[in-house]
């Protein structure tokens, strides 16, 4: 033990994790982005008139199958 400590004292402050060591989520300084998915086209809702032009609601026409 001693011989490994006296190894470790004089190979510096580099060598192992010490007290002044943190945990930093995320990799310490750096902000992730989030990413998003992509929107394609604006959602429809159940009570909207279908996109087909039925003149129908939505949840009666195209969305009974869903």
Known sequence: MKANKEEVDAAGQDYGANERDKYEPGGG????VKQ???KV???IGRNDPC???SGKKYKH???KDA
């Not at 300084?29 to 992730?32: E, K, L, S, W």
Request: aromatic share 0%.
């Open 29 to 32: 300084g750096d902000v992730a």
């Open 41 to 43: 086209a604006p959602k």
């Open 61 to 63: 026409c195209h969305g």
């Open 36 to 38: 998003e998915p992509i």
């Open 51 to 53: 996109p087909c032009g």
